[in-house]
């Protein structure tokens, strides 16, 4: 069965205290793989997709890479502003569905 | 102005009640797709629609009803509401397969 597994579900980080989340998945078959950042009462906003095994994207303070099995999203010196919860999904090849992991929340304090 | 558009933001209502939630994008997308999130559960696909006449159901669709009513509107009905479809719902839009899903903004919907 097809699964996407995050962790840890809550980090707390001082600002500037650099770390990774992970985003671990079973599917047969990879179409792509997608990072979210969702902020509270807001709808999942697109970071990264990623395609296969090796690749790595960056934007700002995240870098995103994947391997045959997991992706880590790393935070380089992160800012208050970097709180949310992010969330991770993957796409079958061959199907329609995207499957969500259940998020990581990261606080970050000043 | 919003790519995705819910309406509304929020909705309290009584169990057996009617209700329905629309979406209207500005994408131009043909795909689009309605999830709900609870806690813990991630984000599950109710329904989702490749094109006008297009439409199929997702892993939890029991309970819920959906109209294409043009390219850009996708509505969610619930025919009679109960307690456990207390949830978020989003509505998505996607330019095709293996491309990113745009969501909108939600609809906290709680159902007493």
């Known amino acids: 069965e097809d699964q996407v597994t995050q962790s840890p579900e809550a980090l707390r980080l001082q600002e500037g205290e650099s770390s990774s989340l992970n985003c671990s998945y079973t599917v047969s078959g990879l179409r792509g793989l997608f990072w979210y950042r969702q902020d509270p009462g807001k709808g999942p906003e697109f970071l990264f997709t990623l395609y296969s095994a090796g690749e790595e994207k960056e934007k700002e303070r995240l870098k995103a890479t994947l391997t045959k099995k997991e992706s880590f999203l790393h935070i380089t010196a992160p800012k208050p502003e970097d709180s949310a919860t992010y969330l991770c999904a993957v796409q079958a090849s061959g199907t329609y569905k995207y499957i969500f992991g259940t998020g990581t929340r990261l606080k970050v304090l000043a | 102005d919003?790519?995705?558009?819910?309406?509304?933001?929020?909705?309290?209502?009584?169990?057996?009640?009617?209700?329905?939630?629309?979406?209207?994008?500005?994408?131009?997308?043909?795909?689009?797709?309605?999830y709900r999130q609870?806690?813990?559960?991630?984000?599950?696909?109710?329904?989702?629609?490749?094109?006008?006449?297009?439409?199929?159901k997702g892993e939890i669709s029991d309970g819920y009803s959906v109209s294409r009513q043009a390219q850009a509107k996708f509505s969610l009905s619930l025919e009679s509401a109960i307690p456990n479809q207390t949830a978020l719902y989003f509505c998505a839009t996607s330019e095709g397969q293996g491309e990113k899903l745009f969501f909108g903004s939600g609809t906290q919907l709680s159902v007493l």
């Open chain 2, 38 to 56: 609870d806690p813990g559960l991630g984000l599950r696909l109710i329904y989702y629609s490749f094109d006008v006449k297009d439409i199929n």
């Open chain 2, 2 to 34: 919003a790519d995705v558009t819910q309406t509304p933001r929020n909705r309290i209502t009584k169990t057996g009640k009617r209700i329905m939630l629309e979406c209207s994008q500005t994408k131009g997308h043909d795909r689009m797709y309605w």
